[in-house]
């Protein structure tokens, strides 16, 4: 059965679409970066506060738990709420909350900020993916999602280290007041390019041709393949260094290949889904698991497992891209609903991957958590295979979406 196309933007871009892309990828870039920042400035953060680095841990784990469990629920909240002004709202919040995190007295007001900056990133992974796509035509929908990814791996392969240097040269303080200071360019940007023409009706309230079942599948998939990955990445240090015989001084570079890598895939991912609606789901998770399964099997050898962690990253920052492509093309109801399903089982499986590795490393060792790692994304594979299988059956149910190759 042929795509059918939702209504919205013509089939012409718009200089004024790009402008607003631009802008929702440069909020897209202080928000991720926010997410993570502390942990590049734990130490600073510690003495300067005179708590534990363990505690100060804790500003990157309640971050995480909180967008898992309210993103669904505060979109929800927001989803009579035009976009424009909506993702205004965000931007100003997040400035001022990064503004509170530099002048926190002490580390009860500096969570209290970082619970504020959560719960803006809650809505905001839920918006932007769809706002950006509805700026240009369907058939542009992988690339669109590409970009705004790669504005995320950049984020962290540019911004989270950027901070922390500013951390080691001016203190922890200076770094939210320079986050502050982008997302207030950020801001800026968003007010100048985002147009106030909402987002055609059909688009926000659900694709033309919903596919509960493969919207469904595609939940499973994604939770199991990021269940997989987290529990490999979450130790990738021990293995390079107790495994592969890497020395410390290599493990910094090492994590760089794999975050360039990943980001230099984004445009293929984009073009993939775009084109290949079937393969951009799944050649990345198997190569996820391939790459995963490899280092267990191979990951003795230093070269081979500097090839494997790079292709990871290929296949991390794919994945990522392909699926919420798909699952926004066959999401059943609100898109906004359904992109923010998405995030919280993204979340999800990070946390649920930390936590598997962290059961298995003391009972198995850190190469059984590699091949845990790269047991999951299989699994997740052979559900996305077997649901393809029944849909080509005879009396399987009817594609909702076709290959626009």
């Not at 200089?15 to 970066?33: D, E, H, Q, R, S």
């Not at 680095?53 to 971050?63: D, E, F, K």
């Not at 059961?359 to 091949?371: C, E, K, M, Q, W």
């Amino acid at each position: 059965m042929p795509r059918r196309r939702p209504a919205g933007p013509g089939t012409e871009v718009r200089p004024a679409a790009i402008a607003a892309l631009g802008a929702l990828m440069v909020a897209t870039f202080c928000v991720v970066t926010t997410e993570n920042l502390p942990a590049g400035l734990l130490p600073q953060i510690s003495s300067g506060l005179g708590v534990s680095l363990s505690a100060v841990g804790q500003l990157v784990t309640g971050y995480a738990l909180t967008v898992m469990l309210l993103t669904i629920p505060l979109t929800y909240a927001t989803s009579r709420i035009p976009r424009r002004p909506l993702l205004l709202g965000l931007m100003m919040l997040f400035v001022v909350a990064s503004l509170g995190s530099a002048a926190a007295p002490n580390f009860a007001l500096l969570l209290a900020s970082r619970a504020v900056t959560a719960l803006v990133h809650a809505v905001f992974w839920a918006v932007v993916t769809v706002t950006a796509t509805g700026l240009f035509p369907p058939s542009m929908r992988g690339r669109i999602i590409a970009a705004v990814y790669g504005a995320s791996s950049l984020a962290t392969i540019l911004g989270v280290p950027a901070g922390s240097w500013i951390g080691q040269q001016a203190g922890w303080r200076p770094a939210f007041v320079a986050l502050s200071a982008l997302g207030l360019i950020a801001l800026i940007t968003v007010i100048v390019f985002l147009p106030t023409t909402a987002v055609g009706k059909t688009q926000v309230s659900g694709t033309t041709v919903p596919d509960t079942r493969r919207y469904v599948v595609l939940l499973v998939t994604i939770v199991l393949a990021m269940t997989g990955l987290s529990t490999a990445f979450t130790y990738t240090v021990p293995f390079l260094t107790d495994v592969s015989g890497f020395s410390t001084q290599a493990i910094s570079p090492l994590l760089l290949l794999r975050g360039v890598a990943g980001v230099a895939s984004v445009a293929l991912a984009g073009n993939l889904a775009d084109r290949h609606a079937k393969l951009a789901t799944t050649v990345p998770v198997a190569l996820l698991s391939v790459s995963l399964i490899g280092m267990y099997l191979a990951g003795t050898v230093p070269l081979i497992a500097a090839v494997l962690m790079a292709a990871s990253g290929v296949a991390l920052f794919t994945m990522i891209t392909t699926l919420t492509s798909e699952l926004l093309a066959v999401a059943p109801g609100n898109l906004y609903i359904a992109s923010a399903g998405g995030n919280a089982v993204f979340n999800a499986g990070t946390a649920a991957g930390a936590a598997l590795g962290g059961l298995l490393l003391p009972a198995f060792g850190v190469r059984a958590v590699v091949l845990a790692g790269g047991l999951l994304p299989a699994v997740a594979l052979a559900v996305l295979l077997i649901d393809q299988l029944i849909r080509r059956a005879p009396h399987g149910p009817r594609e909702a979406v076709a290959d626009p190759s």
